[in-house]
């Protein structure tokens, strides 16, 4: 399909401000109506759906990965290179009822463990990271704790169950909807809102365990 060669070429570069998705919602039937456009060659389709996951998929790397360089892995790059490895999927994906998201998501997920595999061979099973802020010059001591706190909820966030940090990623991090968690992960919206209760409790007692988080 030339029409993807060429929109590969022009897929956006992550910006370090991402609006939140709850600004901007993913409604399934405008999806679906995307990416069936975009599977029969639309240019204009292709561009529109790079548009609507971008910012997704930039989130969840960030998250994932971490705003920092990591050696010759950043977050943005696997975030460009998900893009690209949707973009090659275009052309076989059949729509058997389940959502376009669900492919994202395992693209998304294949390519940081990806990634963390590139950077230790230790590291079977990823640590999900959150976000670095951006540093004030007059505000080193707040970035320290700032970092301080993000590594010890990311080791809190190692000890959930796979699929509750995911959900969590998704829905707090990302700021995916439960129903586009669930279209996502393959889960019902009920059963990410109960996942997601039971990780926010978790994560309660953890940090009640760990003391003064």
């Known amino acids: 399909m030339d029409s993807v060669v060429i929109a590969t070429e022009s897929i956006p570069t992550p910006t370090e401000q991402l609006p939140r998705q709850r600004d901007n919602p993913l409604r399934r039937p405008d999806i679906d109506r995307v990416v069936s456009e975009a599977v ?3 240019s204009a389709a292709v561009r529109q759906l790079i548009a609507l996951i971008t910012p997704i998929i930039t989130r969840y790397c960030r998250a994932r990965l971490g705003l920092r360089d990591l050696a010759y892995v950043s977050a943005d790059d696997v975030a460009q290179e998900i893009c690209f490895a949707v973009l090659r999927a275009l052309p076989n994906y059949q729509d058997r009822g389940g959502s376009f998201l669900f492919l994202v998501h395992a693209i998304a997920s294949n390519k940081v463990s990806d990634a963390y595999r590139l950077l230790s061979r230790d590291h079977s099973e990823p640590t999900p990271e959150v976000p670095e802020p951006i540093v004030r ?3 080193p001591e707040r970035h320290a704790l700032n970092t301080d706190l993000g590594h010890r909820l990311n080791q809190l ?3 959930l169950p796979s699929t509750q940090r995911e959900i969590l990623i998704l829905r707090v ?3 995916l909807s439960a129903a586009e ?3 996502a992960l393959g889960l019902s919206p009920a059963n990410v809102r109960t996942s997601q209760h039971r ?3 978790r994560l309660r007692a953890l940090i009640s365990l760990e003391g003064e988080f």
């Open 199 to 201: 990780a926010l409790t």
């Open 157 to 159: 966030l190692a000890r």
């Open 181 to 183: 968690t669930a279209q």
């Open 137 to 139: 010059d007059n505000e």
């Open 40 to 42: 029969q060659g639309d």
């Open 173 to 175: 991090v990302v700021g």
